[in-house]
């Protein structure tokens, strides 16, 4: 059922305009006018390329953007795009643009557009990021395909990365994510993505809205919703993704929007994670992973001096937090200089779990919590970053997958917590 | 002689038994009254200690740092304390109702003035509680704020905050409460001045060298670079 307040009387006019529509791709905005024009190009080039015979729209939700972003969304013009394309484009490509709201929220731009898809009866529905400057048109039809012809429900990027970009993802929401729900998805947390309309209505009706404060992470949520639902999923590799492009380069924010949203998911899917045991390949197309490795300027020691710091300073904190065990394990290599520092692959599952369990109890203000595990994070990082100084691809994926198996072998242990915690 | 004092002790004793049947009802009624005030307050105690429980009051008050202060107190939890002292206030009410049956002169003023002051007393509480929450989440958002943005001294900061927002509310009770109200808010006026004067000065002189680090990482690019050289989160 379509959520009518999302919609206001202006967006559901220019819907009734376009009619019925077999694709749409959601642009969710908020003052992007120096990226924006090159992605809508790339949408319309990848939809006149992979879709020119089927009814599609781009859908701009905009946050209350001051810069003239809607306009420069709605105002792209694709003839020169109709000309360099060879084939023949059978229908009108609409473009319609949003308020809705003066503020920016990830939520409710998300369900904006699922709003959209849902009245306009989309088949296959995609989200791309504004940002996304370095996206080629084929990023479209490899994000929609799967879900327009072969029935997949929900299909997530794979990105070639370099390999210190990203550690959030590889060292704790990849692994947390697989260990927990069973499925080996990459990238749980993506900018661009694409869902079918059962997904999307699913979402829309189940949708809790309440798993933070801020409104963000609701990628991640549409990701897990789809995996405990037993959607099908899939990923596709797309190409670059820069970190310029990457939103968030804020350690505190991030975490707010994935671990935050993932152990949020953990009180209302109970049953779905904690029943069983191991994980399974997710259907990917193209490359399973892609590692750069170029060398980029990290600053090791400010991590170490942060975790060390993070350790000394935030004692009373952790002690309402993690068991007695594991607090003095971390006081302990705490102590440690930097070349004997080591933050074991077993402790670090064992902090996040417990992390975890104090959340789901509020043992104090959940955005306390998330905060605390920040230094700590820092701390593996500089683990993760010493390892894999000189390692090849191989080793690096090698490292991940090695860590994604303790988070499953320490599963039983995040139980043990939960039950105790509670 | 004998006769005279036989008939005055006899009037005296008629007169006692004469104000004793007088006072019996009013006895009775006032140990029914406490009877039944005790009665009403345990059920008190019993409904309030289920709804704290059922609120999860104990958590609350140990995320406020007022069950480590009742721990060190060697008192019983949040929820057992404020249990009992409703039923106290509910008793104590009951038992001076009893009291101003029994019609004493001059006691009617006081028991009227005790219900007066309650709702202060309940007040007074209230913001102490409320205020040592605060006064929690307050210090440790500012440690947690202080040591993800790789401040010096973080405890100093949070524990500074504590300790002037548990000032300002004792100071808020206490005026509340109508206790030397004037001394109150003149020596929170002094150490709340004093410790802005003395943390200004602090960090302009003593710390001249954590000052212009503390500026130049505020308002200088330089925070921008060192930022770059983290890795990338997502």
Known sequence: ?422 | MRELIWRELTQAGEEIIREFAHLLPRLIEMLIITLVGWVIAIALKWILRSVLRLAKFDQLSENSGASQLLNKAALPSSTELLSRFIFWVAWLGFILLGVSVLGIGGLQAHISRFFLFLPRVFLALFIIFFGLLAASFFSRATLLAAVNSNLPSPRLLSTSIRTLLIIFVVSMAFEELGLAEQTVLLAFGIAFGAAMLSLAIAFGMGGRDLARQFLEKRLVREVKSEKEDEPSPL
């Open chain 1, 1 to 422: 059922m379509v959520e009518e307040s999302v919609l206001t009387d202006d967006l559901v006019r220019q819907l009734i305009n376009v009619g019925e529509v077999d694709i749409l791709v959601g642009l969710p905005t908020h003052n992007n006018a120096r990226s924006v024009e090159p992605v809508v190009h790339a949408i319309q080039a990848g939809l006149l390329q992979g879709f020119p015979r089927e009814r599609v729209v781009i859908v701009n939700a905009d946050g209350g953007s001051r810069d003239g972003t809607p306009d420069l969304v709605t105002g792209a013009s694709i003839d020169d795009l109709r000309r360099s394309y060879k084939g023949y484009a059978l229908r009108t490509l609409h473009s319609i643009s949003t308020r809705y709201a003066n503020n920016p929220s990830a939520r409710v731009g998300l369900r904006t557009i699922l709003a959209a898809a849902e009245l306009l009866r989309a088949k296959a529905c995609a989200v791309v990021s504004p940002e996304s400057t370095g996206m080629e048109p084929d990023w479209i039809p490899r994000l929609l395909r799967p879900v327009y012809s072969e029935n997949f429900d929900l299909v997530t990027p794979i990105y070639r990365r370099h390999k210190f970009e990203g550690l959030l993802v590889s060292n704790l929401v990849y692994p947390m994510t697989r260990a927990l729900y069973g499925q080996r998805i990459r990238e749980p947390y993506a900018s661009e993505f694409a869902f079918s309309a059962r997904l999307g209505s699913h979402f829309l009706a189940h949708d809790p809205g309440n798993y933070d404060s801020h409104g963000s992470g609701a990628e991640l949520e549409l990701a897990m919703s789809a995996i405990t639902g037993g959607y099908r999923t899939y990923q596709s590799f797309l190409g670059t993704k820069s970190q310029g492009e990457r939103e968030g380069g804020d350690l505190v924010p991030a975490m707010r929007r994935t671990v935050g949203v993932l152990f949020s998911s953990l009180e209302a899917n109970f049953a779905a994670w904690s029943s069983h045991a191991g994980s399974q390949p997710v259907p990917t197309l193209g490359s399973e992973s892609q590692v750069t490795l170029e060398s980029i300027r990290v600053n090791r020691k400010r991590l170490k001096q942060m975790f060390t710091a993070g350790v000394a300073e935030l004692e009373p904190v952790f002690r309402s937090i993690l068991s007695s065990t594991t607090l003095a394990e971390l006081q302990r290599i705490a102590t440690l200089g930097d070349d004997d520092f080591h933050y074991p692959a077993e402790l670090w599952v064992r902090t996040v779990y417990e992390f975890a369990a104090s959340y789901a109890k509020s043992v104090m203000s959940r955005d306390h919590i998330i905060q605390g595990l920040a230094p700590l994070y820092r701390g593996r990082i500089f683990t993760f970053l010493e390892e894999n100084r000189s390692s090849s691809a191989e080793e690096v994926e090698k490292n991940i997958e090695s860590l994604c198996l303790e988070f499953e072998r320490l599963k039983p242990y995040l139980l043990e917590v939960w039950n105790t915690k509670k």
